[in-house]
């Protein structure tokens, strides 16, 4: 078992930057695949980008490629969301989200994550 708890959320003017964070606890290793995931009002939850285990490999979805940049630091237990160049339509609470099963897995269906965070609310002002 996993907890997962974001951070970092915020309000922000359009072009800006937010860094969120993902801390897990539960476990002595954070041998999980993880992805960040977010969802605006009247919408479903879509898939932002993800990273495998060992942060080697990363996706990202086609609307934050460029912008977005995922890490995380393995000896911390923390995953890490760097979001530059903030647009309104990026407003959405973003949740991170912990793949026990697939650690090379770069899975962006929300089904395939097993553990989720609360979720940090990101506000894009134009």
Known sequence: QVQLVESGGGLVQAGGSLRLSCAASGR??????VGWFRQGP???REFVA??????????YADSVK?????SRNNAKNTVNLQMNS????DTAVYYCAADRDRLY???????LY???GQ???VTVSS
């Open 86 to 89: 903030l647009k309104p339509e």
């Open 66 to 70: 460029g912008r977005f940049t995922i």
């Open 105 to 111: 897995g770069l899975g962006r269906s929300p089904n």
């Open 28 to 33: 002595t290793d954070f041998r999980y695949a």
């Open 42 to 44: 009247g919408k479903e």
């Open 50 to 59: 993800t990273i495998t285990w060992d942060g080697l490999s990363s996706a």
């Open 119 to 121: 979720g940090t609310q």
């Open 114 to 116: 097993n553990y989720w």
